[in-house]
């Protein structure tokens, strides 16, 4: 989110997580300090194969209590912001059950993992995986679902169960223009789930 009326009227829906994209090639990045952050809600920032320096340099700057990783991060580097008290999120694409035995090597590493659509970008495609493929992820580490969650989900939402599942990441289908999300929208959603 960029904006801090936005962010301040979303934190009142009662959302846990509210996120701030630093990944220069989003048309959602963060480009200043937004006038409100949240006191709430967790900020989490979301980093693509970002230097240590640069998201410590952010966690600082925004008060960040978790980063949210969509690159090539390692294991090792998760492991090092996790030692500097930075929890972690990482983001694995799911397009088979293979791609969960990738989490194996995070495990402990990170407080959530975020399982998500497959795309030639870094996520933000809006469309849905096959979420039946997360009946096969038994590792110990919570998840939240990502990946084309849209107003029209809350059914499919109330069908998908795991013993895993932390929460849901809702983004591109609830926004009115990249970085703003649509808070009526928004706050039937939430009242539906």
């Given amino acids: ?58 966690v600082v700057a925004y008060g960040l209590d978790l980063v949210q990783l969509h690159g090539d991060e390692s294991p090792e580097f998760c492991s090092r912001l996790d030692r500097r008290g930075v929890g972690v999120i990482k983001a694995f694409s799911v397009s088979s059950e293979s791609d969960l035995a990738r989490t194996s090597a995070y495990e402990g590493l990170c407080r959530y993992y975020l399982f998500d659509t497959p795309t030639a970008g870094r996520g933000g495609s809006g469309k849905r995986f096959d979420w039946s493929l997360l009946q096969a992820y038994s590792g110990k580490t919570p998840f939240l679902l990502s990946g084309g969650i849209g107003p029209e989900s809350a059914a499919a939402l109330s069908e998908f169960s795991h013993p895993m599942l932390a929460g849901y990441d809702l983004n591109s289908r609830f926004e009115s223009e990249p970085g703003v999300k649509d808070v009526a929208l928004l706050g039937q959603f939430l009242y539906k789930i």
Avoid: C, H, Q, W
């Fill in 1 to 58: 989110m960029t904006e801090g009326k936005n962010i301040r009227a979303v934190e009142a829906l009662g959302a846990d997580f509210i996120g701030m994209i630093f990944y220069p090639a989003s048309p959602r990045k963060v480009v200043g300090i937004p006038d409100y952050l949240p006191e709430t809600a967790a900020r989490v920032g979301v980093f693509v194969n970002a230097s240590e320096s640069e998201i410590l340099e952010k």
